[in-house]
């Protein structure tokens, strides 16, 4: 009896073996790459400069077409972000036309906008949206950079799966390689009426057109004005926006590590002494 627990435990072992290891080695591989990251430390934080930069490629290029619904223009001067003053924050909002009402003749109205008010969406309706990007909704981006993972081949999953070792910036690579991925289909390759071709972007054929191109948006900061800054100054605003504590995650995180360690010293020396005299 044993001895059949034995060979089914080592065929079912095998078995495992075969369905993940072997794929992971015959696939091809587009995995993103990984990119160095400042808040992915223990003791992270967000490079302010860089996520200014960030939001101000979102607003020159991507709002055309991606919403931020989640945040709003106050966000902007919450510690732990971009690093605007309350007073800058009020300045963005009002640059934009919110959607407000009904008034007294019960009549919808603009107006400028406030710290309270989010950033507004590109399109009135999903219907419109489609209507202008060959029948293809363009997601909000506010929690975009958690919601993309990949997963990663044999071993690295054993490690992702580990809490502590967790590889969290899955998300925010793959935007940084969307960004970059945009290339000739390559022979053979079907690709749809206006899809485009992204070596990145899952099934490949993507209804973005490509989005930057160098010197799009101007960098007052002495940045040089590549597509590969703006990805990732992008990218680090798109993983504020879908993490704003992080920072206080991580600072929290690393003070009740250090505290538990100090606490166990404590333990330590105190059940020595309280059992000292027993024998
Ligand atoms: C002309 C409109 C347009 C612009 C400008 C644009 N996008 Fe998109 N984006 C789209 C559409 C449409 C989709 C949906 C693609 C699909 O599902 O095939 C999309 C999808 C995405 C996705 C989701 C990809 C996925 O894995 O599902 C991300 C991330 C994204 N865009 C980021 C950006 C960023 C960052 C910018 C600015 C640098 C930007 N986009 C500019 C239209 C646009």
Redesign the pocket.
Same mark, same amino acid.
């Given at each position: 009896m044993s001895n059949k627990l034995r060979t089914l435990a080592v065929a079912l072992g095998a078995a495992y073996v075969a369905l993940t290891v072997i794929p992971a080695f015959g696939a091809e591989s587009v995995d993103p790459p990984r990119q160095k990251w400042g808040f992915a430390k223990i003791t992270g934080t967000f490079d302010r400069a860089q996520l200014q930069r960030g939001l101000k490629? +979102?607003r020159e290029?991507?709002q %055309?077409?991606?919403g931020l619904s989640y945040v709003s223009f106050g966000n902007l001067a919450q510690p732990g972000g971009p690093g605007f003053s309350a007073a800058q924050a009020k300045a963005i909002a009002e640059e934009y036309k919110i959607k407000d009402g009904p008034n007294d003749q019960g009549e919808m109205f603009e107006r400028p906008g406030r710290p309270a008010d989010h950033f507004p969406s590109p399109f009135a309706n999903d219907a419109l949206a489609r209507l202008s990007?060959?029948g293809?909704v @363009?997601?909000d981006?506010s929690l #975009?950079a958690k919601a993309?993972t990949y997963e990663r081949g044999f071993p690295w999953f054993v490690f992702d799966m580990l809490p502590g070792l967790q590889y969290q910036e899955h998300g925010v690579d793959y935007?940084v390689a969307?960004?970059h991925g945009y290339e000739d289909a390559p022979q053979g390759f079907q690709l749809p009426q206006g899809s485009n071709y992204n070596k990145y972007?899952?099934g490949h054929a #993507? %209804?973005? @057109?490509k989005?930057?191109n160098d010197g799009q948006v101007e960098y007052t900061d002495g940045t040089p004005a590549t597509i590969d800054n +703006?990805s990732k100054d992008?990218a680090a605003f798109?993983m504020w926006t879908a993490e704003p504590h992080l920072e206080a995650r991580k600072r929290v995180g690393l003070q009740v590590i250090l505290f538990l360690i100090f606490f166990a010293g404590l333990l330590y020396f105190t059940k020595k002494r309280v059992w000292s005299k027993v024998h």
């Amino acid at each position: 009896m044993s001895n059949k627990l034995r060979t089914l435990a080592v065929a079912l072992g095998a078995a495992y073996v075969a369905l993940t290891v072997i794929p992971a080695f015959g696939a091809e591989s587009v995995d993103p790459p990984r990119q160095k990251w400042g808040f992915a430390k223990i003791t992270g934080t967000f490079d302010r400069a860089q996520l200014q930069r960030g939001l101000k490629v +979102y607003r020159e290029v991507c709002q %055309a077409c991606h919403g931020l619904s989640y945040v709003s223009f106050g966000n902007l001067a919450q510690p732990g972000g971009p690093g605007f003053s309350a007073a800058q924050a009020k300045a963005i909002a009002e640059e934009y036309k919110i959607k407000d009402g009904p008034n007294d003749q019960g009549e919808m109205f603009e107006r400028p906008g406030r710290p309270a008010d989010h950033f507004p969406s590109p399109f009135a309706n999903d219907a419109l949206a489609r209507l202008s990007n060959n029948g293809t909704v @363009p997601p909000d981006l506010s929690l #975009i950079a958690k919601a993309r993972t990949y997963e990663r081949g044999f071993p690295w999953f054993v490690f992702d799966m580990l809490p502590g070792l967790q590889y969290q910036e899955h998300g925010v690579d793959y935007l940084v390689a969307l960004l970059h991925g945009y290339e000739d289909a390559p022979q053979g390759f079907q690709l749809p009426q206006g899809s485009n071709y992204n070596k990145y972007f899952p099934g490949h054929a #993507i %209804a973005m @057109p490509k989005p930057l191109n160098d010197g799009q948006v101007e960098y007052t900061d002495g940045t040089p004005a590549t597509i590969d800054n +703006y990805s990732k100054d992008v990218a680090a605003f798109l993983m504020w926006t879908a993490e704003p504590h992080l920072e206080a995650r991580k600072r929290v995180g690393l003070q009740v590590i250090l505290f538990l360690i100090f606490f166990a010293g404590l333990l330590y020396f105190t059940k020595k002494r309280v059992w000292s005299k027993v024998h």
